[in-house]
Protein backbone atom coordinates (compact mmCIF):
# COMPACT_ATOMS: atom_id res chain seq x y z
CA UNK A 1 0.00 0.00 0.00
CA UNK A 2 1.30 3.24 -1.08
CA UNK A 3 1.42 5.62 1.77
CA UNK A 4 1.76 8.81 -0.66
CA UNK A 5 -1.50 7.67 -2.71
CA UNK A 6 -4.18 9.07 -0.54
CA UNK A 7 -7.96 9.43 -1.39
CA UNK A 8 -10.89 11.64 0.14
CA UNK A 9 -12.94 9.20 2.11
CA UNK A 10 -16.09 10.70 0.95
CA UNK A 11 -15.31 9.94 -2.74
CA UNK A 12 -15.31 6.22 -1.26
CA UNK A 13 -17.98 6.24 1.44
CA UNK A 14 -21.67 8.07 1.80
CA UNK A 15 -20.67 9.68 4.70
CA UNK A 16 -24.00 11.71 7.08
CA UNK A 17 -25.18 12.02 10.50
CA UNK A 18 -27.01 10.01 12.30
CA UNK A 19 -30.86 11.00 12.86
CA UNK A 20 -31.79 14.19 15.13
CA UNK A 21 -34.97 14.34 17.30
CA UNK A 22 -36.81 15.27 14.86
CA UNK A 23 -37.02 11.77 13.46
CA UNK A 24 -38.42 9.96 16.79
CA UNK A 25 -40.46 10.24 19.91
CA UNK A 26 -39.14 8.33 23.55
CA UNK A 27 -42.70 8.42 23.91
CA UNK A 28 -45.19 5.94 21.93
CA UNK A 29 -46.82 7.34 18.95
CA UNK A 30 -50.08 5.44 18.08
CA UNK A 31 -49.64 3.31 14.62
CA UNK A 32 -45.63 4.21 14.15
CA UNK A 33 -43.01 1.69 14.82
CA UNK A 34 -41.14 0.61 17.46
CA UNK A 35 -37.44 1.33 16.89
CA UNK A 36 -34.33 0.63 19.09
CA UNK A 37 -31.74 3.69 19.34
CA UNK A 38 -28.26 3.66 19.38
CA UNK A 39 -27.21 6.36 21.73
CA UNK A 40 -23.48 7.69 22.86
CA UNK A 41 -24.53 5.49 26.15
CA UNK A 42 -25.05 2.26 23.84
CA UNK A 43 -21.52 1.42 23.31
CA UNK A 44 -19.47 -0.23 26.22
CA UNK A 45 -15.70 1.16 26.64
CA UNK A 46 -14.46 -1.10 23.47
CA UNK A 47 -16.97 0.04 21.25
CA UNK A 48 -19.20 -2.75 21.26
CA UNK A 49 -23.41 -2.24 20.96
CA UNK A 50 -24.89 -2.83 24.64
CA UNK A 51 -28.36 -4.47 23.71
CA UNK A 52 -29.40 -3.25 27.20
CA UNK A 53 -28.25 0.05 26.42
CA UNK A 54 -30.24 0.93 23.31
CA UNK A 55 -33.33 3.23 23.88
CA UNK A 56 -36.88 1.95 22.77
CA UNK A 57 -38.38 4.92 20.45
CA UNK A 58 -41.39 5.64 18.08
CA UNK A 59 -40.38 6.98 14.20
CA UNK A 60 -42.40 10.53 13.50
CA UNK A 61 -43.71 10.59 9.76
CA UNK A 62 -40.01 10.96 8.94
CA UNK A 63 -38.41 8.37 6.77
CA UNK A 64 -35.96 6.80 8.73
CA UNK A 65 -34.82 4.35 6.15
CA UNK A 66 -31.43 5.64 5.74
CA UNK A 67 -30.54 5.86 9.56
CA UNK A 68 -31.49 2.38 10.28
CA UNK A 69 -27.83 0.58 10.75
CA UNK A 70 -27.04 -1.58 7.81
CA UNK A 71 -24.62 -4.52 7.67
CA UNK A 72 -20.88 -3.22 7.68
CA UNK A 73 -21.96 0.16 8.55
CA UNK A 74 -18.97 2.04 10.26
CA UNK A 75 -20.21 4.19 13.06
CA UNK A 76 -18.09 6.81 14.56
CA UNK A 77 -19.13 8.35 17.80
CA UNK A 78 -18.79 11.60 17.05
CA UNK A 79 -18.40 13.46 20.26
CA UNK A 80 -16.34 13.10 23.16
CA UNK A 81 -14.18 9.79 23.46
CA UNK A 82 -14.45 9.77 19.45
CA UNK A 83 -13.95 5.73 18.20
CA UNK A 84 -15.37 3.46 15.65
CA UNK A 85 -17.16 0.15 15.61
CA UNK A 86 -18.74 -2.01 12.61
CA UNK A 87 -22.32 -2.47 12.96
CA UNK A 88 -23.45 -6.08 12.88
CA UNK A 89 -26.52 -6.70 11.66
CA UNK A 90 -26.75 -10.54 12.54
CA UNK A 91 -26.18 -9.51 16.07
CA UNK A 92 -29.50 -7.33 16.52
CA UNK A 93 -32.88 -8.77 15.95
CA UNK A 94 -34.79 -5.33 15.80
CA UNK A 95 -34.06 -2.55 13.63
CA UNK A 96 -31.50 -0.11 15.09
CA UNK A 97 -31.57 3.55 14.51
CA UNK A 98 -28.51 5.90 14.55
CA UNK A 99 -29.05 8.31 16.61
CA UNK A 100 -27.67 11.83 15.62
CA UNK A 101 -24.43 10.96 18.46
CA UNK A 102 -22.73 9.10 15.54
CA UNK A 103 -21.10 9.94 11.84
CA UNK A 104 -22.59 6.94 9.74
CA UNK A 105 -19.49 5.89 7.36
CA UNK A 106 -21.50 3.73 4.32
CA UNK A 107 -18.81 1.88 1.72
CA UNK A 108 -19.96 2.38 -1.85
CA UNK A 109 -16.55 0.52 -2.92
CA UNK A 110 -15.94 -3.33 -2.19
CA UNK A 111 -12.10 -2.94 -1.90
CA UNK A 112 -12.62 -1.02 1.68
CA UNK A 113 -13.46 -2.79 3.45
CA UNK A 114 -15.36 -2.06 6.95
CA UNK A 115 -13.34 -3.36 9.11
CA UNK A 116 -9.81 -1.51 7.77
CA UNK A 117 -12.39 1.89 7.85
CA UNK A 118 -12.95 1.20 11.65
CA UNK A 119 -9.16 0.72 12.45
CA UNK A 120 -8.37 3.46 10.32
CA UNK A 121 -10.45 5.78 12.29
CA UNK A 122 -9.41 4.81 16.03
CA UNK A 123 -6.06 4.98 15.34
CA UNK A 124 -3.91 8.28 16.75
CA UNK A 125 -2.80 9.38 13.05
CA UNK A 126 -5.88 9.92 11.95
CA UNK A 127 -6.96 11.89 15.07
CA UNK A 128 -4.41 14.05 14.43
CA UNK A 129 -5.31 14.53 10.95
CA UNK A 130 -8.61 15.06 12.19
CA UNK A 131 -7.50 17.62 14.52
CA UNK A 132 -8.63 15.81 17.36
CA UNK A 133 -5.38 15.09 19.40
CA UNK A 134 -5.08 18.97 19.28
CA UNK A 135 -6.93 22.08 21.02
CA UNK A 136 -8.76 21.70 24.14
CA UNK A 137 -12.33 21.29 25.43
CA UNK A 138 -14.89 17.77 24.20
CA UNK A 139 -13.34 16.69 20.89
CA UNK A 140 -15.78 16.41 17.92
CA UNK A 141 -16.24 15.53 14.75
CA UNK A 142 -18.60 16.33 11.61
CA UNK A 143 -19.46 14.42 8.65
CA UNK A 144 -17.58 16.97 6.35
CA UNK A 145 -14.57 16.67 8.49
CA UNK A 146 -14.50 12.86 7.47
CA UNK A 147 -15.25 13.02 4.18
CA UNK A 148 -12.44 15.11 3.39
CA UNK A 149 -10.29 12.85 5.68
CA UNK A 150 -7.63 11.76 2.98
CA UNK A 151 -6.94 7.75 3.40
CA UNK A 152 -4.78 5.70 2.00
CA UNK A 153 -6.65 2.94 -0.23
CA UNK A 154 -5.30 -0.70 1.27
CA UNK A 155 -4.49 -3.61 -1.59
CA UNK A 156 -5.96 -7.22 -0.90
CA UNK A 157 -3.33 -8.37 0.72
CA UNK A 158 -3.02 -5.89 3.08
CA UNK A 159 -7.15 -5.47 3.68
CA UNK A 160 -6.89 -9.13 4.99
CA UNK A 161 -3.54 -8.68 7.03
CA UNK A 162 -5.40 -5.95 8.77
CA UNK A 163 -8.83 -7.85 9.53
CA UNK A 164 -6.67 -11.05 10.41
CA UNK A 165 -5.03 -8.76 13.15
CA UNK A 166 -7.99 -6.95 14.49
CA UNK A 167 -9.52 -10.18 15.33
CA UNK A 168 -6.41 -12.04 16.31
CA UNK A 169 -6.11 -8.97 18.96
CA UNK A 170 -9.91 -8.78 19.49
CA UNK A 171 -9.66 -12.84 20.55
CA UNK A 172 -6.85 -12.08 22.77
CA UNK A 173 -8.50 -9.25 24.52
CA UNK A 174 -11.57 -11.18 25.17
CA UNK A 175 -9.84 -14.16 26.62
CA UNK A 176 -7.43 -12.32 28.70
CA UNK A 177 -10.33 -10.00 30.10
CA UNK A 178 -12.60 -13.37 30.60
CA UNK A 179 -9.72 -14.93 32.26
CA UNK A 180 -8.87 -11.73 34.91
CA UNK A 181 -12.75 -11.93 35.92
CA UNK A 182 -12.44 -15.53 36.72
CA UNK A 183 -9.74 -15.07 38.58
CA UNK A 184 -10.83 -11.87 40.56
CA UNK A 185 -14.21 -14.17 41.49
CA UNK A 186 -11.73 -17.15 42.82
CA UNK A 187 -9.94 -14.27 44.81
CA UNK A 188 -12.80 -12.95 46.02
CA UNK A 189 -14.82 -16.14 46.72
CA UNK A 190 -10.98 -16.97 48.88
CA UNK A 191 -10.99 -13.44 50.39
CA UNK A 192 -14.92 -14.43 51.47
CA UNK A 193 -13.76 -18.13 53.04
CA UNK A 194 -11.13 -16.45 54.92
CA UNK A 195 -13.04 -13.67 56.75
CA UNK A 196 -16.18 -15.91 57.66
CA UNK A 197 -14.54 -19.25 58.26
Known sequence: MAAGNLTPLGEIAEIFMGATVSYYSKLPLEGEDRLLLISGNSLDEHG???ESRLIPVW?????????IAQTGDVLVLARGNIRATVFAEALHAEPLLTSANFAI??????????AYLAELINTPSSRERLGLSLGKGTPSIRAADLRRLKVPIPDPQTRKAIAEIRDARNEAF????????????????MIEGLLWS
Open 174 to 189: RATQALAEQQYATATS
Open 105 to 114: IRPHQPEVSH
Open 48 to 50: NIV
Open 59 to 67: KHKHNTTRF
